[in-house]
């Protein structure tokens, strides 16, 4: 089973390489610059997965792809609707959709000759509750959710599943720079998101499409 994974050199990226990695998968990671290498059957390429040519690319370098884990995502937030910018409303979109789309085109004709493939993003607990001024980062993840949901009804006859993951925030160290203060102990880690993407990529999964999995921990 070969993997691609988008956003490998993420706070979440490296937990989730190492699961596949484990299971005895090959694993193609994917980053702005390339993921740092990992023991086991790893692979690294570097894309810009804002525009739809770096993702043609992307799918192209790895060759045939089984799994497809879309973990490229952005945060922003801090203003009202009415304060926030169009640079971040498009910042948004390109991080969070835009880049989900343009892999999603990539991977699913050669899934679809093959009648088989896995299809994973990571969405957000926003994209469902939405919350004061991180408007533009749930707009983005709730169109990403139905932009996955979308896809499952599209490919469910060609044996595809798609699937959207929503954490709430994620134990990582950037996350934790940024609130100080936090209980960290209520953040989901990294390794129970993992846990659950080799999960929805594996044959027990099979009949699972198109699902909406929250994963909060106790935040």
Same mark, same amino acid.
Request: glycine fraction near 12%.
């Given at each position: 089973m070969q993997v691609l994974i988008t956003g490998a050199s993420g706070g979440l990226g490296g937990a989730v390489v190492d699961a596949f990695l484990s299971t005895g998968a #090959?694993?193609?990671g994917v980053g702005t610059s390339p993921p740092p290498p990992r023991t086991g059957n790893f692979r690294s390429i570097a894309a +810009? &997965?804002?525009?739809r040519e770096?993702?043609?690319?992307?799918?192209?370098?790895?060759?045939?792809?089984?799994?497809?884990v879309h973990l490229v $995502?952005?945060? #922003?937030?801090?203003?009202?609707?009415? +304060?926030?910018?169009?640079?971040?409303?498009d910042r948004m979109m390109t991080l969070n959709l835009r880049s989900a789309l343009g892999m999603f085109r990539a991977v699913a004709p050669g899934? @679809?000759?093959?009648?088989?493939?896995? =299809? =994973?993003?990571?969405? #957000? @607990?926003?994209?469902?509750?939405?919350?004061?001024?991180?408007?533009?980062? $749930?707009? *983005? %993840?709730?169109? &990403?959710?139905?932009?996955?949901? *979308? &896809?499952?009804?599209?490919? %469910?006859?060609?044996?595809i599943t798609a699937n959207v993951v929503l954490p709430s925030t994620i134990d990582t160290l950037t996350n934790r720079a940024a609130s100080p203060?936090?209980?960290?102990?209520?953040?989901? %880690?990294p390794e129970a998101i993992a846990s659950l993407l080799v999960w929805l990529a594996s044959e027990q999964a099979a009949a699972v499409n198109g699902a909406v999995?929250?994963?909060?921990?106790?935040?």
């Open positions: #090959s694993v193609v +810009n &997965l804002a525009t770096g993702c043609e690319f992307a799918v192209s370098a790895a060759g045939t792809v089984d799994v497809l $995502g952005g945060f #922003s937030g801090g203003e009202t609707i009415e +304060n926030s910018s169009d640079e971040e409303w899934m @679809r000759a093959r009648r088989r493939g896995r =299809i =994973i993003a990571i969405g #957000s @607990r926003a994209g469902v509750e939405p919350a004061p001024h991180i408007a533009a980062y $749930g707009a *983005s %993840k709730a169109a &990403l959710i139905h932009l996955v949901r *979308s &896809l499952a009804a599209e490919v %469910k006859s060609a044996g203060g936090a209980d960290f102990s209520a953040w989901v %880690k999995i929250p994963i909060y921990g106790r935040a």
